[in-house]
């Protein structure tokens, strides 16, 4: 076994045994940016695409049409179309000034203590993921490497001239289908003390969730205009991180989304005249804003051990020994719940309107067991369909739920079968005592959901089946559930908050879980707010 067993073990048990270092205060005032910064570096803003036509978000959200493409959507990408996407999943598209539970609520007035929001859930806010775009002759631009500059809605040109061919190099000659016919491609990138210097060691597993929350908001967008998007978690990763100029202990890249452009690649865009033992680089450095940098070595050790093998992508079907365990047949009390239906909600419209409810549900309007049904087999639905999976074939995600107050089902703890469509019963009776016990923060009232739900994954499986490596892809998913629940939620006009920080081992004994190698590793409440909550409207004001 590999170091992340011991990490991922650490993780589950770190509501009793804490992390290291268990000393460890968050200094505020020295925190970095939200985001990276390349003073230096050129900027164009992205074309505005406000007036984009709005697209229903069911196809990319419920079981089935997520993995294959509508109909009648779009060729491929433009740059139209792609400002579009960063715009609804990364852009700074609001500024949060709702009265809430969280404990920022003091500093949000100010400015320097702004929290502007954005389509795609973030662990504590933070957004430690950096996009950078690859763009070959097939592109609007003169090839070359940019990085989203996510406060400007701008691109920043690091590196002038073509450098897919390092891509695609890096990718492998075995990567999935299609990823090298294109030359245009998504660098996602995780600078690990945007996150570490609040998280310290837990930082490796929440940025993994991070980079699910992200990757899945591009599949429910691009899925719901008929284009199909999946990551790449395996390939040279040295090699990329010399493109981006990144020293891979404090930053890397976790993933290479592959685009379908809307004209074709260019066969001979590779000049003939270049020299195969030049490796170009970024210049560009990003200007740190914290005067003082701290290390952890857990971090650093989970980065070498996802590190170790990561070229050496995974046989086909590798995943099937990881895969969610089916629910057993004739096991205690089943639940039936109506199918499954989301409105007519826009894809823009959902992202714009997501937002975490902090302490904000009410029980006096109870959720109804359509609306529970839906977020429910929209979770279930999701999968990264990386290139270990690339047909979305395997679930590795399997759903629990707390019922607090959901209409014709009585509390308790369930889980949830997706190819039944049904719950059944764990433990009957009260679970709201229970929830607000194991959650350590105050920022949610938790017994006044309507739900809460809980996705497991079998993380040793995952990391029995293909490796250490395969720890970013397990937490990834469950980060890829977690946007999925946000955006199904928002598209039924409910509430929403997701959260890490719970007793995990609890959960496992309540649900059943402490003889396999099942590990819960979010909870997602979900519910009514309260009527008319004090905001402010900072785009009028």
Known sequence: MGYAHEYAHAVLHRGRVPMEPTDHVVDWADGPRRGKYYPRADAFALPETEDLADVPIAPGLLPGTGEEPAPGGHPGFGLPLLSAMLKDSYGLIGRRLGVQANTDLAGLPYYHHANWSRGTAGGGGLYPVGVHWASGPSGPLTPGLHHYDVHRHALQRLLTGDVTDRVREALGPDAPDGALDTDQYLILGVKYWQNSFKYNSFCFHVVCTDLGTLVQTWRIWAAARGLRLAPALWFDEPALNGLLGVPGEEEAVFAVVPLRWDAPRAEDAEAPHTDPRHRPAVRHRDAERSRTLLDFPQVRAMHRATLEGAAARPAPGALAAAAALADP?????????????????????ALRERRSSFGRFDARREVSAGHLSSVLAACAG??????????GEHRLARLHVFVNHVAGIGPGAYAYDPDRGDLRAVVTGPQGPFLQENYFLANYNLEQAGAVLVPTVRTTAVLDAVGDRGYRLAVATAGAVAQSFYLAASALGLGAGVALGFDNVSYAERLGLTDGDEAPLLIMALGHERPGPADFRHEIA
């Open 329 to 349: 047949a004739g096991a205690g009390m089943r639940v039936p719940l109506p199918g499954p239906d989301l409105p007519d909600t826009g894809v823009r419209r």
């Open 382 to 391: 999701t999968r990264l369909a990386g290139d270990t999976d690339p047909s």
